[in-house]
């Protein structure tokens, strides 16, 4: 066997066995729960903006943008901004790799990729931090609630002409919201690509876990994407995602369209 093929074939073995493996998803789960007490993913930044995510899921996105190469993510929830920069610089990484591999110029100031982000709140700050950022060309945003018509109709109006179109939905978490998000928009993902619902681990934190938030047990994205899943037979969890990574704030939330 190819050394490359066979050292891809006993990484997929051990993948695989992570989810025979009780004691290490235990382990894991007890990590995740102590560090979302402690409030971990907040310390992290993606090319200089708070990014509030686990590294392990900036490298899920990463492999996803990688494997299958949008030329447009929409982000629902924009926060500080990191998530946003993290998509723009990925597609940017792919225009360079596009021109490596054609041999041709390209200025890196023009893409015809794009990241799309909605936040109900975009806070002056952070917004004059994206837009003074170097991979601001990339990025267009908008203001209001994800799941208001007119918001929806005006991401589907710029979301017009893109053919491959990857989803993440990461602003209120409540079923009923995160429902109404994947009803407007992962209809947007292109077969083959994914639609990523963070936070689903609500669900599997201790009830009241987040006790300042209207979001609990039984209320939350995971509840809502398996409410989803019911009359949408064209998405399926990659739980492969799940298993690779072990410690994730999305458990379930990797769904590809097929």
Known sequence: MDPI????????????GYSRDGDFQALSHQWREASMAKRYVYNFDWL????????????????????????????????????L????????????????????????????????GVDIDIRAHNRAAIESHPMASRIQMFQGSSIDPEIVKQVREASAGYKRVMV????????????AELEAYAPLVTP????????????DLPAGFFSDRPWDVGDNPKTAVHEYLKSHPEFEI??????????TVAPDGFLKRL
Not at 5 to 15: D, N
Not at 192 to 201: A, H, M, P
Request: charged residues 25%.
């Open 192 to 203: 083959g690509c994914y639609c990523v619902v963070f936070d689903t681990l609500v669900e």
């Open 5 to 16: 093929e066979q050292f891809r074939a006993e990484r997929a073995a051990a993948i695989d």
């Open 238 to 247: 990659d739980r492969s995602v799940d298993n690779k990574l072990m410690v």
């Open 168 to 179: 993440a939905l990461d602003s209120m978490h409540t079923h009923a919201h995160v429902l």
């Open 48 to 83: 200089g903006r708070p990014i509030i995510q686990y590294p392990q899921d900036i490298v899920a996105m990463q492999e996803l943008i990688w494997a299958t190469r949008p030329d447009l993510v929409i982000e629902t929830g924009i926060a500080h901004g990191g998530s």
């Open 85 to 116: 920069i993290l998509s723009a610089s990925l597609l940017a990484m792919l225009d360079m790799c596009d021109a490596i591999e054609a041999g041709t110029a390209f200025d890196p100031r023009q893409s015809k990729r794009k990241v799309i």
